[in-house]
């Protein structure tokens, strides 16, 4: 068995990060700019990624996978996505090759959901695919819901090893929209450190109340009545949106696999806690795990 040098990028909106992975999928090197893909002019893609990485694409045989906003169509070339249900299969089968045997694009994920409406409601991802496979390569889970925490939070359904759909929930945007633009921010501490009895309180409501839009304002009535520190008030409203996202997918008794920062997936697992829920919790290694068992088709060769 011969193994190539394997490159990994992430290139997302805000920043663009790469590693180096030895043939057992290790971390040797890493690098992270702050060049996303929103930073770069059309047609000067390839000019930055070989200011970034190009030195270790010198290596002899490298190769190299992209996954993220690199092949949305604000990206270096759209890759058109893959429909689910995807397994390791058919996300390599739907790379957009860059250079053939040499660059590709991971192309992300697509799914529908009908929900009794006349035409579907289709759902995407770009760089979470990765890290949902890298999650199941490291956890050794081929049957798992996957929740990846973050602006655009994603609940993935997986079953044998494929992700048979998901759905996304805008949480983390809401937070920032409510919290610097409306008419919660006038006493908002968005500085504030986070506590754990006033986030819970907000999970909680969100699994009783009849809308989260009338107990949003609640943020609001807790600072004219005083009957919350100022300094709660952030980890109340962040309780509540999440309390909302688990009452939709989560699912009392059962377990999930959480992938993101060590801040969000500490929330996530709070809140699943106060609902009863078990949780497993990976971070970037999730990432390189995922480029690593996604190339070994090219990487790995008799």
């Keep these: ?65 992209i996954s993220g906003m690199a092949g949305s169509q604000q990206g270096w070339q759209e890759a058109p996505y893959c429909p689910c249900p995807a397994g390791f299969e058919e996300l390599a089968g739907a790379l957009h090759w860059l250079q053939a045997g040499r ?26 695919e990765i890290q949902i496979f890298g999650a199941l390569t490291l956890s050794g889970q081929r049957d798992a819901t996957v929740v990846l925490p973050g602006t655009h939070s994603k609940w993935a359904q997986v079953a044998a090893g ?23 921010s006038r006493t908002l501490q968005a500085d504030a450190p986070w506590h754990e009895g006033a986030f819970v309180h907000g999970v909680q409501l969100a699994q009783r109340t009849p809308s989260v839009l009338s107990s949003m304002f609640a943020t609001r009535t807790l600072a004219l009545f005083g009957s919350l520190p100022p300094e709660q008030h952030p980890s109340f409203l962040s309780g509540l949106l999440i309390g909302e996202e688990l009452r939709a997918m989560a699912r009392p008794g059962s377990a999930v696999l959480l992938v993101g920062s060590a801040q969000l997936t500490q929330r996530y697992t709070v809140a699943l806690h106060a609902l009863g829920m078990d949780s497993q919790c990976l971070g970037d290694e999730a990432t390189w795990a995922g480029h690593a068992a996604l190339a070994q088709p090219w990487t790995h060769t008799a």
């Design 103 to 128: 660059m590709a694009i991971v192309p992300g994920l697509s799914c529908q959901h009908h929900d009794g409406l006349p035409v579907p409601q289709h759902d995407v991802m770009r760089g979470e």
């Design 162 to 184: 494929r992700v048979l759909s998901f759905r996304s929930f805008m949480t983390g945007e809401v937070f920032a929209l409510l919290s610097q633009h409306s008419i919660l």
């Design 1 to 65: 068995m011969s193994t190539r040098p394997l490159i990994a990028v992430d290139w997302g909106t805000s920043s663009l990060r790469g590693a180096r992975l030895d043939a057992a999928g290790q971390v040797l090197e890493s690098r992270q700019f702050p060049r996303g893909i929103m930073t770069v002019a059309k047609g000067q893609f390839e000019a930055v990624f070989d200011a970034c990485f190009g030195d270790w694409m010198q290596a002899p045989e490298a190769f190299c996978l």
